[in-house]
């Protein structure tokens, strides 16, 4: 059986994120690393799009970025100044390559493309079960998303952010590629929280995601005919799909670092890294494999590296309105961004706001909701009736 320090289960975002981390870091050299994953990340399966300034540690792999952007309310439609921050563009392939041509300058890093079967914690080591063999470490970092458990209970909603996208290019040039659509809430709701997201890279290709925060996935065919309708709508008679990609990401305050324990920690979404109001992750990912690194250099116990702030308790009060009403996430969010401060509205997802600072975005949106949500957390801590 083969011995490591570290172990990551599932090489995703979280993983290779931390991995990174530590390569660049020069402080584990002595440390033997290993990431288990059943795909061989050669495909570009994803795209991640984050709000940053400029000179980002990843902007050698960033394919586009903009200045502004487009928001979009059936009532209106406004261009967002992103200054000081430029909303950026990573496909997945891109980032596996800059990782793993990285992780291979540093021989005590390996990588093995096998699928994760059983992790068991036993006498103070973590025991790795794959179809082949059996793998022992010091230290396990868990990726492996498992919804059950966040889904079992009823104290905290959980919902998804789910999408359908389509690159497309066009015979026409139809696109600005200096102006993406960072949410269109002006197509049919549906009694959910529904926007497309249109990121245009040149004047004939753009990618376009159908996008939903809400509970239950839907039928392909519902996001396909969505997308094929958006694209009707822009005035395109004739394009070409380059290329398709499907997601879902969990949107949930529920408490995953309660599963935590001395030796094995939940990373990404199975650790809750996802801001769950938003299912944004790159950014999110960045700050906690960056926290995770330097915390693994001087603590040995890791039911200690996580820590609740503000921010956790404004989402869950945002998620538990969705949860109750999905159908006003388009009016919440237009409030926001209509007449707000975008730079100050990044600022606050990104949870780097002062209670000061917080306020002038939460005052924004629609109060009675919030209250409401508030009141029933607070005092009655049971599922939250909001107001229409």
């Known amino acids: 059986m083969k011995h490591y320090d570290y172990i990551f289960a599932g090489a995703g975002l979280s993983a290779l994120m ?10 584990f050299s002595d440390k033997s690393i290993l990431l288990l994953d059943a795909d061989s990340k050669k495909t570009n399966d994803r795209t991640w799009c984050f709000w940053e300034k400029p000179n980002g540690k990843f902007d050698a792999i960033v394919s586009k970025k903009w200045k502004i952007a487009w928001f979009a309310h059936e ?5 967002l100044d992103l200054n000081p921050y430029q909303y950026k563009m990573i496909c997945g392939l891109d980032f596996y390559n800059f990782v793993f041509v990285e992780i291979s300058l540093h021989p005590y890093i390996h990588f093995i493309n096998q699928k994760v079967n059983s992790i068991l914690e036993k006498n ?30 009823q104290q905290f909603p959980v919902l998804q952010q789910h999408f359908i996208g389509w690159k497309i290019k066009t015979v026409q040039k139809i696109f600005n590629p200096e102006l993406p659509t960072f949410m269109d809430f002006s197509i049919p709701q549906n009694g959910n929280t529904r926007f497309m997201y249109v990121l245009p890279t040149s004047e004939n290709e753009a990618l376009l995601e159908y996008t939903l925060f809400s509970k239950d996935l839907l039928p392909e065919k519902e996001y396909e005919n969505a997308i094929e309708d958006y694209i009707q709508k822009l005035g395109i008679s004739t394009y070409e799909i380059i290329e398709k990609e499907r997601g879902q990401i969990p949107m949930t305050s529920y408490q995953f670092w309660k ?6 920690l939940n990373i990404g979404s199975a650790g809750g890294w996802t801001k ?9 990912t960045i700050k906690k494999s960056k926290a995770l690194i330097e915390f693994s250099q001087h603590e040995n116990d890791f039911t200690k590296f996580h820590k609740t702030n503000k921010f956790w308790f404004y989402d869950l009060l945002l998620l538990d309105i969705l949860s109750d009403k999905n159908h006003l996430g388009s009016s919440i969010f237009s409030s926001m961004f209509k007449s707000g401060n975008p730079a100050l509205i990044f600022k606050f997802l990104d949870e ?9 975005v939460i005052l924004k949106c629609p109060k009675r909701l919030f209250i409401s949500a508030l ?7 049971q599922p939250v009736k909001t107001i229409k």
Do not use: H, M, W
């Open 375 to 381: 009141i029933n957390r607070i005092f009655k801590n």
């Open 276 to 284: 769950a109001s938003t299912g944004y992750t790159f950014k999110n």
């Open 75 to 79: 009532n209106f439609r406004r261009i």
């Open 124 to 153: 103070d080591l973590v025991f790795i079960e794959t179809a082949s063999e059996t793998f022992s470490c010091n230290k396990l970092f868990n990726s492996i998303y498992d919804p059950k458990s966040a889904l079992s209970q």
């Open 18 to 27: 931390a991995v990174y981390e530590i390569a660049v870091s020069g402080k």
């Open 259 to 264: 599963k935590n324990t001395k030796n094995i």
């Open 352 to 360: 780097e706001t002062s209670l000061y600072e917080d306020l002038k």
